[in-house]
């Protein structure tokens, strides 16, 4: 059975810095299979950030505009543990940020209904 449990969302003020974790258990994925999304009041699920496969063992970050420059997205294949860094932190980083897995190919993905397997959530809140 696979299980994604996130952890690390607390209160932050602006400025500040959060690093969440996704401890995945019941199968490995690869880097490019795996994301984070974030879902703030009122609003739809959005695309934070995945990896791209550049070829061979390599990856690279993709990430939303929204965040670029100031979130880092990491793997730690020895702890199937991915990670999201997350620094400079604005009142509109507010959100539950979730984890998320797929099994499929050839997908989108920055779109929701690419992934096959989701976290519970972590609450990320930041005060002005």
């Known amino acids: 059975q696979v299980q994604l449990v996130e952890s690390g969302g607390g209160l932050v003020q602006a400025g500040g810095s959060l690093r969440l974790s996704c401890a995945v258990s019941?199968?490995?994925?690869?880097?490019?299979?795996m994301a984070w999304f974030r879902q703030a009041p009122g609003k739809d699920r959005e695309f934070v950030t995945t990896?791209?496969?550049?070829?061979?063992?390599?990856?690279?970050?993709d990430y939303a505009d929204s965040v670029k420059g100031r979130f880092t997205i990491s793997r730690d294949s020895a702890k199937n543990t991915m990670y999201l860094q997350m620094n400079s932190l604005k009142p509109e980083d507010t959100a539950v940020y979730y984890c998320a897995a797929s099994l499929r190919t050839g997908t989108n993905r920055r779109r929701i209904d690419a992934y096959d397997y989701w976290g519970q959530g972590t609450q990320v809140t930041v005060s002005s």
């Open positions: 019941g199968r490995t994925f690869s880097n490019d299979r």
């Open positions: 990896y791209n496969w550049s070829g061979g063992s390599e990856y690279y970050g």
